[in-house]
């Protein structure tokens, strides 16, 4: 059962939103992406360790934001750190953390999207969360890392309603198992490719000739383009697409956040190849990062062979990692969990209405199934 954690006007209203969606994830469609298997629940929580949480905020006719924590483990991550990266295939965002990360080459908080104005409010949040965990009483630096997308088409974002409560609430009620996906937490405001975007998830298990190893992904998607559907060129033929009216307007249509984990042993140089990598999901779905468009990725390892203490008490370290003549198998594994997470996020995204009486469509997902089958796109 899908797990989220509701703030709204109604709660009885929320839940059964939340929870009632019956849209389809691409494979229950019958579209399979990409050559690997996905895991268990075909979910960034297929990585060990792995928590997801979310808090939704949809309140009156304004309000539709929230709140996405992604948690490397269930310890105390500012103690026990993990290896991770960042890439960044078009800069136009408000990624915090970001230089430290890439100096340390670790992850020492949970990975949280908002709004891009809530982003200072979030930041405060992982802070006063890291500050209270046992162990921490004499920590005095935090780095926390939060990625967003601008919402502001359904959203009131300049009100700023993202709380910090919202989001300790999400990284308390993270938990494993199936994520909920579309539009809820972070993506609850979210458009993608012209229809409502909003929070995506995947995975894909390598073979174990090939390390065995598992890739997750977690996409919110705010993103233009024309979208590729398995090869199918499902904007063009819905006309419903990137410049389709160029000569009436140009405008530039981003973001797209995605967050990668897998149990593969590796360290920040890997992490940031494995990163670049999975942009390419944004690639392969019709996005091709624009000029206003920031599109990041955050990768991270939970291998116990390569966490890394705060305090090390030897003066030399040694880590067993992947080569990187392995890699490769990786790098597919993370194009193919991008990929199908960016599809999810679309297909399990309702139509909503918002800011100024807005209206942002459901991908028209019968409608794309019934084209793709006459067109003998299913694979």
């Not at 009131?156 to 308390?172: F, P, W």
């Not at 697409?241 to 249509?253: G, L, M, N």
């Not at 000029?291 to 090390?312: L, M, Q």
Request: aromatic share 8%; charged share 20%; net charge positive.
């Amino acid at each position: 059962m899908k797990k989220s954690y509701c703030v709204f006007g109604s709660l009885l209203l929320a839940c059964i939103f939340l929870w009632g969606n019956e849209r389809p994830r691409v494979r229950e469609a019958g579209i399979t992406p990409g050559i690997f298997a996905p895991g268990q629940w075909n979910a960034i929580t297929d990585v060990n360790g792995v928590l997801v949480g979310h808090t939704t905020l949809v309140k009156g006719k304004d309000i539709r934001t929230g709140v996405t924590a992604v948690l490397p483990h269930k310890g105390n991550v500012f103690l026990d750190k993990v290896p991770a990266a960042v890439y960044a295939a078009n800069g136009f965002g408000k990624l915090t953390g970001t230089t430290q990360v890439e100096e340390l080459g670790s992850l020492e908080t949970p990975v949280v999207l908002t709004n891009t104005l809530s982003v200072p409010t979030a930041a405060d949040a992982v802070i006063d969360y890291v500050l209270s965990l046992s162990g921490n009483k004499r920590v005095g630096s935090v780095n926390p890392v939060v990625g967003e997308t601008n919402d502001g088409f359904l959203n009131d974002i300049r009100a700023r309603h993202v709380k910090k409560s919202h989001v300790l609430a999400a990284i308390k009620n993270a938990a494993s198992g199936p994520v909920a996906e579309g539009c809820v937490g972070a993506g609850t405001g979210t458009s993608c490719y012209g229809y409502k975007g909003g929070i995506g998830t995947s995975s894909r298990v390598l073979p174990a000739e090939l390390g065995g190893y598992t890739v997750g992904v977690l996409v919110q998607t705010n993103h233009g383009g024309v979208l590729n559907i398995n090869g199918y060129p499902a904007g063009k033929e819905l006309e419903n697409f990137s410049y389709q009216r160029f000569v009436e307007k140009v405008e530039d249509q981003g973001s797209c956040m995605v967050v990668v984990a897998t149990d593969a042993p590796l360290l920040a140089r890997n992490l940031k190849r494995l990163a670049k990598r999975a942009l390419l999901g944004i690639a392969r779905t019709g996005g091709y990062y624009s000029n206003g468009s920031g599109d990041y990725a955050v990768a991270f390892s939970t291998s116990k062979k390569v966490r890394i203490p705060y305090r090390s008490r030897d003066a030399l370290e040694s880590y067993e990692v992947v080569s990187n003549r392995m890699m490769s198998p990786l790098f597919l594994a993370a194009a193919e969990a991008c990929e199908e997470a960016i599809l999810n996020s679309l297909f399990q995204a309702e139509t909503t209405k918002g800011k100024d009486g807005r209206m942002q469509e459901a991908l028209p997902v019968d409608q794309v199934l019934k084209m793709m089958k006459n067109y003998d796109f299913f694979h």
